[in-house]
């Protein structure tokens, strides 16, 4: 058995068993001597070997490849979608996430959406804090015309 195998060959391997109606882990184990079990941990692993790591991490993509991925996986038969998945390097709850999404119609994220919600509370908790003293300057011009308003110039010293 041999240890240390060249990337570029675990990459092409890999590549082989990825392709849509490639050879299983056992087959290509038969045609090439490499453990099957070796076969699948790389296949398992694909996105840490460097000439494999197209797009490994989801914000890696750009907006324009994920529409593109989104609108092709719609057009797909389930039997094929699993095939295309693979070869695009796209993981299945990526690729749902990414359809909800765009059916959101580019849905703004939790911290936005958290964000916009403590403003909306803050602006609900400003007004009605603007209501009760608006109301109370009109109380305190009610009150004045009723009982009059009361100087405060009035000299307790006559003799001034």
Known sequence: MRNGYPVAYKAELVARMLKPGGPSAQALSAETGVPHQRLSDWRRDAHKLPLMAKKSKANEWSVADKARIVAKAEELPDEELGAFLRTEGVHPDQLEMWQKALGDGYDQDRATKSYILKLKREIRRKDKAL?????LVILK???DLIWGVEDDDTNENPEK
């Open 131 to 135: 209501a009760e003293a608006a109301a």
């Open 141 to 143: 011009k009610k009150a």
